[in-house]
């Protein structure tokens, strides 16, 4: 990752980059796992180094608005996530990963096809069980990659506390820690956007339901110190922006 970031690499020639992702939506689009993920391979580093602002033109173009918008509520959940870690005293190493893999928590959606995932009407409980397949396929990407220490984020992230979860009905301290942080925040970011089946609420609301849901969906150490967090932060006008999903911190990150 750092040799990414410190030297010149081939995405940085626009026109590679923009050929790479065309290549890569064909390859989705034609259920190639195995010559998508050469790609993700590559184009992870790429993704989390650049902002989307530079990623915006070439994805919109050959990708979809689809991937456009994963990747903003990938960028906020990385953020956030990297915000809580931090709050909960892991190591530089440990938030970094967990930003990291906030990420690419997603990942197994590119998979999944796009008009069930954003189906306006209600989802019957077929197609649900093929939305929340994403989670065990990204897992299986993630195996077939570099980054398979990102696998329990990916694979767990949809796990309750509660073992209610999916999809293995994992409960307590048997998910994975960063999996149980990620999943409050990645549930937080759904709550304040719009989604094709549920209209966004307020940061304030979120926070109520994920105090709600602390100790029966959430681990409730985890959902306090993210309830915790937002309060402190309220009072720091440039942090609590944050919690919005129009704020172009989040769009600009660099790691
Ligand atoms: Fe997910």
Same mark, same amino acid.
């Given at each position: 990752? *750092? ?15 923009? /050929?790479?992702? %065309? ?6 689009? +034609? ?7 050469? !790609? ?19 994805? !919109?173009?050959?990708i979809n608005q689809k991937i456009y918008r994963e990747l903003?509520? $990938?960028?906020?959940? =990385?953020?956030? $996530?990297?915000? +809580?870690?931090?709050?909960? =005293? ?9 930003? &990291? ?10 998979? !999944? ?10 989802? =019957? ?6 939305? @929340? /397949?994403?989670?065990?396929?990204? #897992?299986? +990407? ?8 990102? &696998?329990?984020? #990916?694979? @767990? ?21 960063? %999996? ?6 990645? %549930?937080?970011? $759904?709550? !304040? ?11 304030? +609301? ?21 309830? *915790? ?6 009072? @720091? ?11 172009? @911190?989040?769009? *600009?990150?660099?790691?």
């Amino acid at each position: 990752m *750092n040799s990414e970031r410190s030297g010149k690499n081939k995405y940085d020639d626009r026109s590679t980059l923009v /050929k790479t992702i %065309a290549e890569l939506s064909d390859y989705l689009y +034609l259920n190639n796992a195995k010559a998508a993920i050469n !790609i993700i391979d590559e184009l992870i580093p790429v993704c989390i180094d650049k902002t989307l602002e530079e990623l915006r033109s070439p994805i !919109i173009k050959f990708i979809n608005q689809k991937i456009y918008r994963e990747l903003k509520h $990938a960028k906020r959940v =990385s953020v956030l $996530a990297g915000e +809580l870690a931090n709050s909960l =005293s892991y190591s530089h190493e440990v938030i970094k990963d967990i930003e &990291i893999g906030g990420f690419m928590h997603d990942l197994g959606k590119l998979f !999944i096809d796009e008009t069930i995932l954003y189906k306006e009407e209600y989802l =019957s409980t077929e197609e649900w069980k093929t939305i @929340q /397949k994403h989670a065990s396929i990204g #897992a299986s +990407l993630l195996s077939m990659s570099q980054y398979s220490r990102f &696998i329990p984020m #990916a694979e @767990q992230h949809h796990e309750r506390w509660d073992g209610m979860g999916y999809p293995n009905g994992l409960s307590g301290s048997a998910i994975h820690f960063s %999996a149980r942080l990620i999943s409050i925040v990645d %549930a937080y970011d $759904a709550m !304040i956007c719009n989604r094709s089946y549920q209209k966004c609420i307020t940061p304030f +609301l979120a926070m109520e339901e994920i105090y709600r849901c602390s100790g029966t969906q959430f681990d409730p150490d985890m959902a306090a110190v993210f309830i *915790n967090q937002f309060f402190e932060h309220s009072i @720091q006008p440039d942090k609590h922006s944050r919690y919005y999903n129009n704020c172009d @911190q989040f769009y *600009n990150k660099k790691y």
